[in-house]
């Protein structure tokens, strides 16, 4: 269950909400007459009720009243109030400098974690790497000291040999490190690293070629594929491993596969599966009704010859569509290779 689905729950019983999330709710609802209260309130309660705000979702009106009732006594309200990460940054522009409202927004976007050493944990240690390996060793053994051994471990077998070398000898001589110098790591951290790491989605160039290959069509995609082979095959091979194609939705389960035939248009999934193999009709099929098998059997015969680029149009279309369930917590896919699928 993820954070705003834990919310949603607790919000049925007033009692199990946090007072961050009681407060972001009566925030909410009291809308733009709050600035005194955000004035008032210190960085960490800032970020707290920041946070909570962004990840309410949508709030019944009853209990935006008891919450009013238990904190004021008496206040009427006439509907619900939804908390999103819009909603909040508008509200906070209205009363805090443009520079800490994005401060505020782009550690609420940015990986989980209470602390900075928190979210580390949370960034992948390819991209963590490729930032730290233009830092100073002994920088870089103060950060691998705070994180925790196995993320360290990973970082460091993506460094450049010798500099990985060198920050574990740092690491092996290092003394206590004074408050302020980890501080001043914290500071940079968060304004050069972390700042830059919401802002690109937390992606390296290779993730962002493999989506752009995904969009091609067929031949394109072939043609491409076939010239960057040729210029650099591990570059090539890189991204084929982090592209998600038509064919990666037989690693669904069958909860998955129930979930992707309810959001896919009839049309689509008749047009989709008519250039599919035989094996990934099969799959669709068995996890349909022994009624709607047959009707998409004749549809898909009744279709005649089609273009091989709408086919693959449909196709992307139902690849586009998991990928969203996905990202909503819906489906999960397994795109990495043998170590992201489920083992029963």
């Known amino acids: 269950m993820n954070k705003r689905e834990a919310i949603q729950q607790a919000a049925a019983d007033g009692k199990k909400l946090t007072g961050a999330e009681k407060a972001a709710i009566l925030l909410l609802a009291l809308g733009q007459e709050t600035g005194p209260i955000w004035e008032?309130?210190?960085?960490?309660?800032?970020?707290?009720v920041s946070s909570a705000m962004s990840t309410l979702g949508a709030v019944q009106s009853s209990l935006v009243e008891d919450l009013i009732i238990e904190f004021v006594g008496k206040l009427s309200t006439s509907g619900s109030i939804t908390g999103n990460f819009e909603q909040t940054q508008r509200l906070l522009a209205q009363f805090l400098p443009g520079e800490k409202v994005d401060s505020l927004m782009e550690e609420i976007r940015g990986?989980?974690?209470?602390?900075?050493?928190?979210?580390?944990?949370?960034?992948?240690?390819?991209?963590?790497?490729?930032?730290?390996?233009?830092?100073y060793p002994q920088t870089v053994a103060v950060v691998l000291s705070k994180i925790k051994s196995d993320h360290a471990a990973a970082v460091l077998a993506c460094l450049p040999p010798?500099?990985?070398?060198?920050?574990?000898?740092?690491?092996?001589?290092?003394?206590p490190v004074a408050r302020d110098i980890i501080e001043k790591i914290e500071v940079t951290l968060r304004t050069e690293f972390m700042t830059n790491l919401a802002r690109t989605s937390k992606r390296?160039?290779?993730?962002?070629?493999?989506?752009?290959?995904?969009?091609?069509d067929r031949q394109?995609?072939?043609?491409?594929?076939?010239?960057?082979?040729e210029k650099s095959k591990e570059a090539a091979e890189r991204i084929r491993s982090l592209m998600f194609v038509f064919d990666d939705l037989s690693k669904l389960d069958p909860g998955g596969i129930q979930t992707l035939l309810k959001a896919v248009p009839k049309d689509k999934l008749t047009l989709a599966l008519k250039g599919a193999n035989e094996?990934?009709?099969?799959?669709?099929t068995s996890n349909m009704s022994e009624r709607a098998a047959k009707i998409l059997k004749e549809d898909m015969n009744s279709m005649g010859p089609v273009k091989l680029k709408d086919v693959d149009s449909a196709q992307q279309d139902?690849?586009?569509?998991?990928?969203?369930?996905?990202?909503?917590?819906?489906?999960?896919?397994?795109?990495?290779g043998a170590e992201d699928e489920l083992v029963y």
């Open 40 to 48: 008032a309130l210190d960085d960490e309660e800032l970020r707290d």
């Open 111 to 135: 990986p989980a974690g209470r602390t900075m050493w928190d979210k580390l944990g949370n960034v992948s240690e390819t991209v963590l790497a490729n930032y730290l390996k233009n830092e």
């Open 162 to 175: 010798d500099f990985a070398i060198e920050c574990m000898q740092r690491m092996l001589r290092m003394e």
């Open 204 to 216: 390296d160039s290779h993730e962002q070629m493999a989506d752009i290959f995904n969009a091609f």
């Open 220 to 229: 394109t995609e072939g043609r491409f594929m076939t010239a960057l082979e």
């Open 279 to 284: 094996e990934m009709q099969d799959l669709f």
């Open 318 to 336: 139902m690849v586009y569509q998991a990928k969203e369930l996905a990202e909503r917590g819906e489906i999960m896919l397994a795109d990495g």
